[in-house]
């Protein structure tokens, strides 16, 4: 079994208790905060075509339904991720959008060249073998002009790091504590297996988002702005512990018009 088979394999198993953290946040304060930051971040019009990619359980497609954009593609490659997502949608969706769910590999993307007016992606950049390839097929199929929206983190970097190791712990033993969700275990989750992957991935190596950064600016015509500690805007309290020790970013992309 390849490194990318390994890990669609893991999400085939711990996509039952990855949709539930989902669930919690589309019945929670976090969807309505999540709705107001991409109606900041992204264009208003609404008759263009977006790709969630690495939908999971489909969280972004439908935040992104209810503000209104017509034509959504949803990406995974977790065949278990794309049946809860579809369930999902059924469930919190507004049967207002063309939605489409497919079965792809971010790193290999099956469309043609400038399909789409707006990416969005998240948590997924940290799960991959080939982030830099990934990036450039992003960037292949978003149109001249179009916004590519990356939320992300050093996630599991506290393997690597004692004192982040160390901040972890608290935060996670104070969740305990307060009685509060664990996120790191819990069903479907495999830690021995999680471990073992985030160990072969490149960017459990390097410091994020200075990597994206780094890499993007290399690129012509392109426009780079980050927003680190973004959890800060949509994460409640119960997130707060369990993710503080590895901070989302967001990071905005702007393609050039040539």
């Known amino acids: 079994m390849n490194l990318l088979e390994e890990i669609q ?15 919690k946040e589309l019945e929670g304060t976090q969807r309505e905060s999540w709705k107001q930051q991409l109606q900041r971040l992204l264009p208003a019009n609404q008759n263009i075509k977006v790709l969630d990619i690495g939908t ?3 969280f972004f497609t439908i935040i992104l339904e209810e503000l209104g954009y017509t034509t959504i593609t949803g990406i995974d490659v977790s065949n278990n991720m794309l049946e809860v997502a579809k369930e999902n949608i059924q469930k919190y969706g507004k049967g207002h959008s063309s939605i489409q769910l497919m079965k792809m ?7 043609k060249p400038e399909s789409f007016d707006i990416i969005v992606s998240r948590n ?10 990934a990036y450039s097929e992003w960037l292949k199929v978003l149109k001249p002009n179009g916004t590519l929206l990356i939320f992300d983190a050093n996630w599991y970097a506290f393997l690597q790091n004692e004192s982040l190791e160390k901040e972890f712990e608290k935060k996670r033993q104070k969740a305990v504590e307060e009685k509060l969700e664990d996120y790191w275990q819990g069903e479907g989750i495999d830690e021995e297996k ?3 992957i985030v160990q072969q991935l490149p960017l ?4 994020r988002p200075q990597w994206d950064i780094d890499y993007f600016s290399s690129l012509e015509g392109i426009s780079v702005e ?12 119960e ?8 901070p989302m970013f967001c990071i905005k992309i702007v393609k050039g018009d040539k």
């Open 9 to 23: 394999n893991y999400w085939n198993h711990r996509y039952t208790g990855y949709s539930k953290v989902n669930e």
């Open 239 to 246: 997130e707060q512990l369990n993710y503080g020790a590895t």
């Open 56 to 58: 999971g359980p489909g």
């Open 105 to 111: 590999d971010a790193q290999n993307l099956d469309f």
């Open 226 to 237: 980050t927003e680190e500690n973004f959890g800060d805007l949509v994460w409640d309290y």
């Open 204 to 207: 459990t190596y390097q410091q």
């Open 124 to 133: 997924l950049t940290w799960n991959l073998e080939k982030p830099q390839q």
């Open 194 to 196: 999680m471990d073992w």
